[in-house]
Every structure is written in structure tokens, then in C-alpha cells.
């Protein structure tokens, strides 16, 4: 399990370049059962565009290049 939340982790840095220049970030919070959840911070928290941010941007590349996840949920504060 901590395997799997490393590569998760890992992964998340290739795309937080892009989320942290539009002035928002992301925290991985755990992974459980193939399902990552995570916390979008500065501007994408309140983004209305965050939840298309989410499916289209990080679940598609975790999925991608981490084997076993099944999909990512944004966890409110």
C-alpha cells in the first residue's frame, strides 16, 4: 500500500507544475482501495472548473501511468 501511495504521489508531481502555475496546488490526503483522494488547494479549490481539473486532468494520468488506481475524489476541508 505505501508502494502504491508513492507512486501516486510521484505522478501528482508531474502535473502540479500546471496546476500551481494557474495559482492552485494538490495534496494527496491517502489512497484506499484503488481510489486517491486528494485536497485542491489555493485557486483550484474554489475553481468552478476543478471538477473537470480532476477527471480529466489527474484521474486521467493516474490512471494512466499508476497501476491500480480506479479513480480520484476531491476531499472538502
Known sequence: MA???EQVEKALGDIRPAL???GGDIELVDV???????RLQGAC????MSQLTL???VERH??????GVERV????F
Not at 45 to 48: D, K, L, N, S, T
Not at 62 to 67: A, D, E, G, M, Q
Open 32 to 38: 484506499v482501495d484503488g481510489v486517491v483522494q486528494v
Open 55 to 57: 477527471t480529466n486532468g
Open 73 to 76: 475524489e476531491n476531499l472538502a
Open 45 to 48: 479549490a474554489g475553481c468552478p
Open 62 to 67: 493516474l490512471k494512466n501511468v499508476v497501476p
Open 20 to 22: 500551481q502555475a494557474d
Open 3 to 5: 508502494e502504491l501511495k
